[in-house]
């Protein structure tokens, strides 16, 4: 099982936090640091000083990590054109010695857009399906030869499609709970299917989806790794997981059914019944960044005994 971190800077966090979270995640051993890609706190956060870009973020520690995968669960379709994004992410990896991977979603926070001036439009599924096919097919397309995509809502003529990223195929992130389209885009174009915030239950469930969607398209269902993406929140005993759940505003209680939290040996149990599942990997959603104790608590009673 592959545990990474996964962050949600828009509730607060400068890059020099972010940068602190980064290498530890490096220096603890952890496969991957991952960030949201949100521009508006939510819930009774200060925010404070302000949200910070994904890809900026990514930018700046991929140059200043080492060895870590980088990426986000998820971009948002909405924020960037699909030309820009293809470059900015292939800019990113050539910086990072391929270490980038592309989480991208519809994107669903309507508040985030009002705020910013970001245009929020009804057809938001349409439109992720399209720049899905323009960012990989700009990749995809030899040097010397040109892109030419005409869809409903974007429209490229001979792009010369570059610049290309430092690795052959960037990884690509698809998740949700969709039923039906979801699967349909995660068997075409990902490398990777990630359900958020999931119970055991459902994500047996929307993990049989993708297969079978995989399977209908001709592709080996096992050829996706499967994820998950769940709140982490663990104490050497009972007093240790309360005192960190009460520091993020969430009850141990509730934390220990919709998330992964208790005892090492709590959340390792859990981890388990995820990957009897077929999960491979976890993000661990970490919210409070300044509690690096809690980091390596994880690395050296939980990530020790996965391996």
């Given at each position: 099982?592959?545990?990474?971190?996964?962050?949600?800077?828009?509730?607060?966090?400068?890059?020099?936090?972010?940068?602190?979270?980064?290498?530890?995640?490096?220096?603890?051993?952890?496969?991957?640091?991952?960030?949201?890609?949100?521009?508006?706190?939510?819930?009774?956060?200060?925010?404070?000083?302000?949200p910070?870009?994904?890809?900026?973020?990514?930018?700046?520690?991929?140059?200043?990590?080492?060895?870590?995968?980088?990426?986000?669960?998820?971009?948002?379709?909405?924020?960037?054109?699909?030309?820009?994004?293809?470059?900015?992410?292939?800019?990113v990896?050539?910086?990072?010695?391929?270490?980038?991977?592309?989480?991208?979603?519809?994107?669903?926070?309507?508040?985030?857009?009002?705020?910013?001036?970001?245009?929020?439009?009804?057809?938001?599924?349409?439109?992720?399906?399209?720049?899905?096919?323009?960012?990989?097919?700009?990749?995809?397309?030899?040097?010397?030869?040109?892109?030419?995509?005409?869809?409903?809502?974007?429209?490229?003529?001979d792009?010369?499609?570059l610049?290309?990223?430092?690795?052959?195929?960037?990884?690509?992130?698809?998740?949700?709970?969709?039923?039906?389209?979801?699967?349909?885009?995660?068997?075409?174009?990902?490398?990777?299917?990630?359900?958020?915030?999931?119970?055991?239950?459902?994500?047996?469930?929307?993990?049989?989806?993708?297969?079978?969607?995989a399977?209908?398209?001709?592709?080996?269902?096992?050829?996706?790794?499967?994820?998950?993406?769940l709140?982490?929140?663990?104490?050497?005993?009972?007093?240790e997981?309360?005192?960190?759940?009460?520091?993020?505003?969430?009850?141990?209680?509730e934390?220990?059914?919709n998330?992964?939290?208790?005892?090492?040996?709590?959340?390792?149990?859990?981890?388990?019944?995820?990957?009897?599942?077929?999960?491979?990997?976890?993000?661990?959603?970490?919210?409070?960044?300044?509690d690096?104790?809690?980091?390596?608590?994880?690395?050296?009673?939980?990530?020790?005994?996965?391996?």
């Amino acid at each position: 099982m592959d545990l990474r971190i996964f962050t949600e800077p828009q509730q607060g966090a400068t890059y020099d936090t972010l940068l602190t979270v980064a290498k530890a995640t490096e220096d603890l051993g952890f496969d991957a640091f991952f960030r949201s890609d949100h521009y508006l706190k939510m819930g009774n956060v200060e925010g404070l000083p302000g949200p910070t870009d994904a890809w900026i973020t990514l930018a700046g520690l991929a140059r200043d990590t080492k060895r870590i995968r980088l990426g986000t669960l998820m971009t948002a379709a909405t924020f960037r054109l699909p030309g820009v994004l293809a470059l900015q992410v292939a800019q990113v990896d050539q910086m990072s010695g391929g270490r980038v991977e592309l989480g991208l979603g519809a994107g669903w926070f309507e508040e985030e857009h009002r705020a910013y001036g970001i245009p929020f439009p009804k057809e938001k599924f349409a439109r992720l399906e399209e720049q899905l096919a323009i960012v990989t097919g700009l990749w995809a397309t030899e040097v010397g030869k040109t892109f030419n995509f005409h869809g409903t809502y974007y429209d490229l003529t001979d792009s010369p499609a570059l610049p290309k990223p430092a690795q052959a195929k960037v990884p690509v992130l698809i998740g949700g709970h969709g039923a039906t389209r979801t699967p349909r885009l995660a068997a075409r174009y990902a490398a990777e299917f990630n359900i958020p915030f999931a119970s055991i239950e459902d994500s047996e469930r929307q993990f049989g989806r993708v297969r079978a969607a995989a399977e209908e398209a001709g592709r080996a269902a096992d050829s996706l790794t499967y994820s998950n993406a769940l709140v982490v929140c663990v104490g050497k005993d009972d007093q240790e997981v309360a005192r960190r759940a009460a520091a993020i505003g969430r009850e141990a209680g509730e934390l220990k059914i919709n998330g992964l939290a208790g005892t090492p040996d709590e959340v390792i149990d859990k981890i388990g019944r995820y990957a009897e599942i077929g999960s491979s990997r976890i993000y661990l959603q970490i919210l409070d960044l300044d509690d690096l104790d809690h980091l390596e608590l994880i690395s050296s009673r939980v990530q020790s005994q996965l391996t």
